[in-house]
């Protein structure tokens, strides 16, 4: 935004703005909904008011300090509700929570959140972005500890199936974990993350994994260089589950034994819908499909569970733009339910403006019908992952861009939508210090090319299934928005075979057909487009097994195992390979989803077969892939219509037979509908992938 002094700004980054210079914005409160102190655990609900004698809106930041911590955002910039001469957000329920980088054994920066006692400043900020004005205002709140002596204690949260455990301090130097197991012994103890010990303030986690009604007996474990020392038993028993919560059933069609992964022993359902309707709760289960933990209301989608018992949802919500609330939020929840924080579209689209990303500005500010070359950011999309140094994450967001008539292929005559894909990388406070822009590199070969379409032709309109809001359509432009990309993964790849010191971003498009390299060299790269793996692509596939379509098609969740260094895993949906095959009558095995896995030389260009297996279903859309730990594959093929209201998923665990592509299943539960899944160890130990 520009600023000129002594005249009226008029921005169009928000709706329609036109407020006099040196406006002045005041904030009338900052409150509580308790009184300070409150113990760890206590849901405290933040309100606020300001005023603004420009024309607004006004938007309202949250920020938040832990004991002798410095603030960092919990709730990013969105418009507030305006009443009468007053403008308010929505209230914030914080939870006390100190979030800090965490380096895991592999590498990896991540998030751990430890409640502590002490302290805490809560600051709002109240900012009118037409005029630039805004104001502060802190409060200080005193949060006591749950541990009132020397020993341990649990307590309930809201969620049933999750306990706040809490031990006296530990020493500096030591780290701190829970250990949990069914006070009968039947199945083997599970255990939360290591925490690093800062005395003197206690130490809480959440505990989870555990079955409804069930008694537990959990107890802290300290390690200090190489020996562990175990504290008090403390028995917590968990409630019900909640009879108005929509609840998934898993049925068991090949059940666990002598060869399935036990010990990745928790299956984890990112997303569990009814066709197009009401969500079931997120679930977590067992091998044999018994509720371990749930999250009620889901969120519209759970990208990613993170290394210490949080995880990334993409939400509806409102945001800055009045014309939807699909997909607009993006938070970090932690296990018991509760939003760590939260950002939005709104004031993403005003970090990419900053930064030059002139795809990136706000859709409900351009005109109608919008003129050829107009873009903007719709929502959040598909993917969220934080394993980038530093504790940097990547999010995927749509973005929509007018073309002249003839684009694509269309023969309406008019200008054509074009939806892409933006990568948005944000630092360790989720501000935008990085992008990538679709539409910069769509020139052709070896980039993108703009009029090469989605290969099975798909295109959106608002209200479609399957797609999200298409923003830009109107009377004077083509009917149809073509859906030209569908990223729906994102791999951070640290050690490139190259020999790079920084790493790149692996990008699967569904309908382009490619998996592909982008130059992101840790933020320091051209965001190039090196490669791009597929038919058609830039490699050649060694076809060992004669297969009539080698490759994988409208593919799902591609991620480089084995931290960087192993084989490619990928859901192969099939769609191209079905709809191809499908014209002449392809057999049975060829109408299924397929489990792969490929090993790739960027030297020879050339990609081998390490398994393409065949599910035994085929998923029309969504996906799993996942390497496990003893060198078996987990699968989910998703979308698979059994019937024309049957709509279900599939968790397969696959068994590699040795010198064939073939596998067995050790390992089938089939599931309502998910988006995406995993088979893990706990809910503190998700894959890299």
Same mark, same amino acid.
């Given at each position: 935004?520009?600023?000129?002094?002594?005249?009226?700004?008029?921005?169009?980054?928000?709706? @329609?703005?036109?407020?006099?210079?040196?406006?002045?914005?005041?904030?009338?409160?900052?409150?509580?909904?308790?009184?300070?102190?409150?113990?760890?655990?206590?849901? @405290?609900? +933040?309100?606020?008011?300001?005023?603004?004698?420009?024309?607004?809106?006004?938007?309202?930041?949250?920020?938040?300090?832990?004991?002798?911590?410095?603030?960092?955002?919990?709730?990013?910039?969105?418009?507030?509700? %305006?009443?009468?001469?007053?403008?308010?957000?929505?209230?914030?329920?914080?939870?006390?929570?100190?979030?800090?980088?965490?380096?895991?054994?592999?590498?990896?920066?991540?998030?751990?959140?430890?409640?502590?006692?002490?302290?805490?400043?809560?600051?709002?900020?109240?900012?009118?972005?037409?005029?630039?004005?805004?104001?502060?205002?802190?409060?200080?709140?005193?949060?006591?500890?749950?541990?009132?002596?020397?020993?341990?204690?649990?307590?309930?949260?809201?969620?049933?199936?999750?306990?706040?455990f809490s031990s006296p301090s530990c020493a500096t130097g030591?780290?701190?974990?829970?250990?949990?197991?069914?006070?009968?012994?039947?199945?083997?103890?599970?255990?939360?993350?290591?925490?690093?010990?800062?005395?003197?303030?206690?130490?809480?986690?959440?505990?989870?994994?555990?079955?409804?009604?069930?008694?537990?007996?959990?107890?802290?474990?300290?390690?200090?260089?190489?020996?562990?020392?175990?504290?008090?038993?403390?028995?917590?028993?968990?409630?019900?589950?909640?009879?108005?919560?929509?609840?998934?059933?898993?049925?068991? !069609?090949?059940?666990?034994?002598?060869?399935?992964?036990?010990?990745?022993?928790?299956?984890?359902?990112?997303?569990?819908?009814?066709?197009?309707?009401?969500?079931?709760?997120?679930?977590?289960?067992?091998?044999?499909?018994?509720?371990? +933990?749930?999250?009620?209301?889901?969120?519209?989608?759970?990208?990613?569970?993170?290394?210490?018992?949080?995880?990334?949802?993409?939400?509806?919500?409102?945001?800055?733009?009045?014309?939807?609330? %699909?997909? $607009?939020?993006?938070?970090?929840?932690?296990?018991?339910?509760?939003?760590?924080?939260?950002?939005?579209?709104?004031?993403?689209?005003?970090?990419?403006?900053?930064?030059?990303?002139?795809?990136?500005?706000?859709?409900?500010?351009?005109?109608?019908?919008?003129?050829?070359?107009?873009?903007?950011?719709?929502?959040?999309?598909?993917?969220?992952? %934080?394993?980038?140094?530093?504790?940097?994450?990547?999010?995927?967001?749509?973005?929509?861009?007018?073309?002249?008539?003839?684009?694509?292929?269309?023969?309406?005559?008019?200008?054509?939508?074009?939806?892409?894909?933006?990568?948005?990388?944000?630092?360790? #406070? +989720?501000?935008?210090?990085?992008?990538?822009?679709?539409?910069?590199?769509?020139?052709?070969?070896?980039?993108?090319?703009?009029?090469?379409?989605?290969?099975?032709?798909?295109?959106?309109?608002?209200?479609?299934?399957?797609?999200?809001? !298409?923003?830009?359509?109107?009377?004077? !432009?083509?009917?149809?928005?073509?859906?030209?990309?569908?990223?729906?993964?994102?791999?951070?790849?640290?050690?490139?075979?190259?020999?790079?010191?920084?790493?790149?971003?692996?990008?699967?498009?569904?309908?382009?057909?490619?998996?592909?390299? @982008?130059?992101?060299?840790?933020?320091?790269?051209?965001?190039?487009?090196? +490669?791009?793996?597929?038919?058609?692509?830039?490699?050649?596939?060694?076809?060992?097994? #004669?297969?009539?379509?080698?490759?994988?098609?409208?593919?799902?969740?591609?991620?480089?195992?084995?931290?960087?260094?192993?084989?490619?895993?990928?859901?192969?949906?099939?769609?191209?390979?079905?709809? $191809?095959?499908?014209?002449?009558?392809?057999?049975?095995?060829?109408?299924?989803?397929?489990?792969?896995?490929?090993?790739?030389d960027e030297a020879a260009m050339t990609v081998t077969p390490?398994?393409?297996?065949?599910?035994?279903?085929?998923?029309?859309?969504?996906?799993?892939? $996942?390497?496990?730990?003893?060198?078996?594959?987990?699968?989910?093929?998703?979308?698979?219509?059994?019937?024309?209201?049957?709509?279900?998923?599939?968790?397969?665990?696959?068994?590699?037979?040795?010198?064939?592509?073939?596998?067995?299943?050790?390992?089938?539960? $089939?599931?309502?509908?998910?988006?995406?899944?995993?088979?893990?160890?706990?809910?503190?130990?998700?894959? !890299?992938?």
């Open positions: 935004m520009k600023f000129v002094k002594n005249t009226r700004i008029c921005v169009t980054a928000l709706a @329609v703005l036109c407020a006099p210079a040196f406006a002045t914005v005041k904030i009338s409160y900052l409150k509580p909904s308790l009184a300070s102190p409150q113990k760890i655990g206590t849901i @405290v609900d +933040w309100t606020a008011a300001a005023t603004d004698t420009g024309a607004g809106p006004l938007t309202f930041q949250f920020n938040v300090a832990g004991p002798g911590k410095s603030l960092s955002v919990v709730r990013d910039f969105n418009v507030g509700t %305006q009443h009468s001469s007053a403008w308010t957000p929505a209230p914030l329920a914080w939870n006390p929570a100190v979030c800090s980088n965490l380096a895991q054994p592999d590498g990896v920066v991540a998030y751990t959140c430890q409640p502590l006692e002490g302290v805490y400043e809560v600051e709002v900020v109240a900012k009118d972005f037409g005029t630039g004005e805004s104001a502060s205002k802190t409060v200080k709140f005193q949060v006591t500890p749950l541990v009132t002596g020397s020993a341990p204690v649990a307590v309930a949260t809201a969620n049933a199936l999750v306990a706040l030591s780290q701190m974990r829970v250990s949990f197991q069914e006070a009968s012994g039947a199945t083997p103890a599970m255990t939360t993350n290591y925490v690093k010990c800062h005395p003197p303030t206690t130490m809480t986690f959440e505990v989870a994994g555990m079955y409804p009604s069930t008694a537990y007996n959990m107890f802290s474990q300290t390690l200090t260089g190489g020996s562990t020392v175990n504290g008090p038993t403390v028995s917590f028993t968990t409630g019900a589950l909640p009879s108005k919560v929509p609840f998934p059933s898993f049925k068991v !069609i090949v059940p666990a034994g002598s060869q399935t992964d036990t010990t990745d022993r928790v299956l984890l359902h990112g997303s569990v819908t009814v066709g197009a309707g009401t969500q079931y709760a997120y679930a977590a289960t067992d091998l044999g499909g018994n509720l371990i +933990w749930y999250a009620y209301p889901p969120d519209l989608g759970l990208t990613r569970p993170l290394p210490n018992g949080t995880y990334i949802a993409i939400t509806n919500g409102a945001s800055w733009n009045p014309a939807s609330n %699909q997909a $607009q939020l993006l938070r970090q929840m932690d296990l018991a339910g509760n939003i760590l924080r939260e950002t939005n579209t709104g004031i993403i689209q005003q970090q990419l403006l900053a930064k030059g990303a002139t795809d990136g500005g706000p859709c409900n500010v351009i005109p109608s019908p919008a003129p050829v070359g107009a873009a903007c950011l719709g929502h959040f999309h598909h993917e969220f992952i %934080q394993s980038l140094p530093n504790g940097y994450s990547v999010a995927m967001a749509n973005i929509e861009k007018i073309f002249p008539p003839g684009t694509q292929g269309d023969t309406s005559g008019l200008p054509v939508d074009i939806v892409g894909d933006m990568f948005v990388v944000l630092d360790t #406070n +989720w501000q935008v210090v990085w992008y990538w822009d679709a539409f910069e590199h769509d020139s052709g070969a070896p980039q993108l090319d703009i009029n090469r379409p989605a290969v099975l032709g798909e295109t959106c309109v608002s209200g479609q299934f399957g797609c999200y809001p !298409i923003y830009l359509l109107a009377s004077g !432009i083509a009917p149809n928005a073509y859906d030209w990309l569908h990223g729906n993964s994102i791999y951070y790849w640290p050690a490139p075979q190259n020999g790079t010191a920084k790493g790149d971003l692996i990008w699967s498009s569904r309908h382009q057909d490619w998996v592909m390299r @982008v130059d992101y060299q840790d933020g320091t790269g051209t965001g190039n487009i090196l +490669w791009r793996m597929g038919n058609q692509g830039d490699f050649t596939f060694k076809n060992l097994n #004669n297969d009539p379509w080698p490759w994988f098609s409208h593919q799902h969740e591609v991620g480089i195992e084995n931290n960087g260094n192993g084989v490619m895993s990928i859901f192969d949906n099939g769609n191209t390979r079905v709809t $191809q095959l499908g014209r002449t009558g392809c057999k049975p095995h060829d109408c299924n989803s397929r489990g792969m896995a490929v090993k790739f390490v398994i393409s297996v065949d599910l035994g279903y085929y998923g029309q859309a969504m996906g799993s892939a $996942q390497l496990l730990s003893d060198g078996t594959y987990f699968f989910v093929p998703t979308l698979v219509a059994l019937g024309p209201s049957n709509i279900k998923s599939f968790d397969e665990e696959i068994l590699p037979t040795p010198g064939k592509l073939t596998g067995t299943q050790v390992l089938n539960i $089939q599931a309502p509908e998910v988006y995406r899944s995993w088979q893990i160890p706990d809910l503190y130990t998700p894959p !890299i992938t």
